[in-house]
């Protein structure tokens, strides 16, 4: 009999914590509430990397090389739609330009700009550095090396947004 009401009161007590949790989760409707667009989250990741390259030495050109969303969903509460947007810019430059001031340009200019490291990983094979800002966009710089010469990119990212602002009408 005590073990039983020792297993009712866990029981209850985990309900009361779980029903809780999911309580508050729904209340939480921050996942539905209107966000930019995907034009103008791609406006704000353009600015972002043509600001980033300004700060290269001249001579080099950005090329497209990828621009999508990616799916952001939240499978646990079953919310689908939002996205993030990515572009990404291969820079082009002749066997003469400074590439080993890449990096170290980009990096003293997103430390200026107030930005939080994302990820550092310059000392690898393959070098990369991601910086956030504080309005959820990330922006970095990474290497590819597959020849004797390494290729860079500039690539940008949104925080999760519905593409045209706001859930779509049969949204669940």
């Known amino acids: 009999m005590t ?4 297993m009712g009161r866990w029981i209850a007590g985990a309900a009361i914590v779980i029903g809780a949790a999911l309580i508050a989760g729904c209340g939480d409707d921050s996942y539905m509430q209107p966000t930019m667009t995907r034009a103008e989250a791609e406006a704000h990741i353009e600015k972002l990397i043509h600001d980033a390259f300004a700060q290269l030495p001249p001579g080099a050109t950005l090329i497209r090389s990828w621009n ?3 799916p952001c969903e939240d499978i646990f509460r079953g919310l689908y739609g939002k996205e993030t947007v990515e572009i990404h810019y291969k ?3 002749s066997r003469e330009w400074p590439v080993d001031e890449v990096i170290p340009r980009l990096v003293e200019y997103w430390k200026q700009q107030g930005t939080t490291v994302h990820r550092d990983d310059r000392d690898h094979v ?7 800002y504080d309005d959820g966009f990330s922006v970095g710089v990474q290497a590819w090396d597959d020849s004797s010469w390494p290729d860079f990119y500039l690539v940008g990212a949104s925080p999760c947004i519905w593409p045209n602002g706001t859930p779509d009408q049969d949204h669940p």
């Open 3 to 6: 073990i039983n009401r020792r």
């Open 91 to 93: 820079i082009d430059y």
């Open 68 to 70: 999508g969303g990616v």
């Open 126 to 132: 393959q070098p990369d550095y991601f910086v956030e």
